[in-house]
């Protein structure tokens, strides 16, 4: 069977051919919108802060809706993330939301590993989606995406800088996920303390190297409200949602108050699938370009042969093989190392029985001598004394003997005295 090989030069573009009619192709972004619209979008909002900054309250304005939620606990030993999905519609739009709470953050003494869970919980999201590509019969068209796409963290008004939980936090996030910081309850202090501590946070970002989201300007259509947001850097919310303040109430739509409306302009209307098109192209990529890369992966120069499958296989079942081997033989030697020293705790055990034997053993003997030696003077004393007793009681006899004797004359002689007595009369 022949081949046809197309040989294309470095540089070289495709020759523009004009149409000589209408040919339909003009369609195709339509056709791409009728499929989006009718498989849906999803879109995931991570959450993050401490307790009581006003997380779901913000998600409730958001959306204009509430979503009914179990209440949770803030009495955790550490930080765990709670996730509730929705089903959102809007003309004939549908949206998969799914918000993520991060319960009990901040609320430890010890706050040194809070960010671990929420880094675990973004890294399964990535696994769970590269085990889905990678699998033989893939079905990415109705799996449920659950990549964080977007990130709010919620900072807490402090009016002097950020603390060292959300400084680290934020460090440890920013190549996992879109970040979109947020000034919580800003009311709490006054302007021109909040000014300062906008300006304060703005540079600790920068000096620390985090990276925040960026709007994207290279469409004409946003290019002006993105960067604006981009010069703001920082959203500023307020604590009074609809509530009255100083005799007035303080509108969500004034952005005299607040940056809600620009908030929900940039991150709903404008630049959600901007978000959901950097999570995957940037955020996920590099995930998943380290996962290739451990399993021992990788992109080929051009001029260098293309890498086999099999080979790079084969290979890391060479290397996977050789380190099994080498941990079964440390093993087995450290089994051996084991049982010899065992043996020689056994041993050791075992001499100082025998020792603890003998000298028990020859204890006994001797107690047992001096038991015998004390029976043998108990037997000398009690024969002795049985001799005394009998030759007491042989001349105790005797002497009863002889008392018996002499009474007996006694009375014969006076009898005879009496008798002797009447015959003289």
């Known amino acids: 069977m022949a081949s046809t090989e197309i040989a294309r030069q470095a540089g070289e573009g495709a020759r523009a051919v004009p149409l000589a ?40 304005t958001l959306f204009n809706t509430k979503f009914e939620g179990e209440p949770t606990q803030h009495n955790q030993p550490g930080v765990t993330l709670k996730s509730n999905t929705y089903e959102l519609q809007e003309s004939n739009v549908r949206l ?58 919620f900072i807490a008004p402090t009016g002097h ?19 979109i910081p947020i000034i919580a309850k800003s009311d709490a202090i006054s302007k021109s303390e909040l000014a300062k501590f906008k300006i304060k946070i703005t540079s600790e970002l920068v000096s620390n190297g985090v990276q925040i989201y960026q709007f994207p300007t290279d469409d004409e259509s946003v290019a002006e409200i993105n960067s604006t947001m981009n010069y703001l850097s920082l959203i500023i919310l ?9 005799a007035m109430r303080i509108q969500l739509e004034n952005e005299n108050h607040c940056d809600f409306v620009k908030l929900r302009e940039m991150l709903i209307r404008v630049n959600m699938e901007d978000l959901r098109e950097q999570t995957h192209t940037r955020h996920y990529e590099l995930y998943r370009r380290c996962k290739l890369e451990e399993m021992g992966f990788k992109d080929t120069d051009p001029d260098s042969k293309p890498f086999s499958l099999q080979e790079t296989y084969e290979a890391k079942r060479n290397e996977f093989m050789g380190e099994l081997q080498k941990k079964e033989e440390e093993m087995r030697q450290m089994f051996v190392q084991r049982v010899k020293e065992k043996e020689a705790e056994l041993k ?27 029976k043998k003077t108990l037997d000398d004393e009690l024969n002795m004394f049985k001799q005394k007793k009998t030759a007491a009681e042989l001349l105790q006899n005797q002497a009863q003997q002889a008392g018996g004797s002499t009474t007996l004359k006694r009375d014969k002689e006076r009898k005879n005295y009496f008798a002797l007595g009447f015959s003289l009369d």
């Open 96 to 153: 998969k939301l799914t918000v993520v709470n991060t319960v009990g953050f901040g609320d430890q003494i010890n706050k040194e590993d809070s960010y671990k869970s929420i880094v675990e919980f973004i890294d399964a999201q990535f696994e769970a989606y590269l085990q889905e590509e990678l699998k033989i019969k893939r079905t990415l068209h109705s799996y449920h995406d659950t990549r964080i796409h977007a990130c709010l963290y």
């Open 238 to 246: 307020s604590n009074c949602l609809n509530r009255p303040i100083n």
């Open 21 to 60: 009619g209408h040919v339909g192709f003009d369609s195709m972004p339509d056709q791409l919108v009728n499929k989006s619209v009718n498989h849906g979008f999803c879109f995931n909002i991570l959450c993050v802060g401490e307790t009581g900054l006003g997380k779901s309250t913000l998600m409730d």
């Open 348 to 374: 050791e055990a075992e001499k100082e029985l025998h020792e603890k034997f003998d000298r028990l053993k020859k204890l006994h003997q001797d107690e047992k001598k001096k038991l015998e030696e004390k």
């Open 161 to 179: 800088s950020l603390k060292s939980l959300d400084l680290v936090t934020m460090k440890k996030l920013d190549s996992k996920v879109n970040i």
